[in-house]
């Protein structure tokens, strides 16, 4: 198998285990399109902070202002817009990026 065709093939595993993650983990779908629409811009105006209990706070949510979860969904679907919008890369290649240039390559960033 060429270097090539070995690419396509792990890239093409990456994305069907990204999918399996749909189902087996509830963190990454624990918002619906609404809901995820509506809590963006106040998880945006979140991102740079780095007290330790407001990003938990973040990832996990406290049920009054930020669902469960919610940060966990944002990232998985920041992420997977990534890579949409940026066919050429691959999971393995988006783990190495910083969060900034997700989000910027992201639809994320257009919100």
């Given at each position: 198998?060429?270097?090539?065709?070995?690419?396509?093939?792990?890239k093409s595993?990456?994305?069907?285990?990204?999918?399996?993650?749909?189902?087996?983990?509830?963190?990454?779908?624990?918002?619906?399109?609404?809901?995820?629409?509506?809590?963006?811009?106040?998880?945006?105006?979140?991102?740079?902070?780095?007290?330790?209990?407001?990003?938990?706070?973040?990832?996990?949510?406290?049920?009054?202002?930020?669902?469960?979860?919610?940060?966990?969904?944002?990232?998985?679907?920041?992420?997977?817009?990534?890579?949409e919008r940026?066919?050429?890369?691959?999971?393995?290649?988006?783990?190495?990026?910083?969060?900034?240039?997700?989000?910027?390559?992201?639809?994320?960033?257009?919100?």
């Amino acid at each position: 198998m060429d270097r090539a065709a070995a690419s396509e093939k792990i890239k093409s595993h990456c994305a069907a285990i990204a999918q399996e993650m749909m189902h087996v983990n509830p963190a990454v779908n624990a918002l619906d399109d609404e809901e995820t629409e509506r809590i963006w811009p106040s998880i945006r105006r979140r991102l740079r902070v780095s007290d330790p209990t407001e990003i938990r706070r973040i990832l996990f949510g406290d049920n009054a202002r930020v669902p469960q979860w919610a940060g966990y969904t944002l990232g998985y679907r920041m992420v997977m817009s990534y890579l949409e919008r940026q066919p050429d890369s691959t999971l393995a290649q988006a783990g190495l990026l910083p969060g900034s240039a997700i989000l910027a390559g992201s639809r994320y960033a257009d919100s």
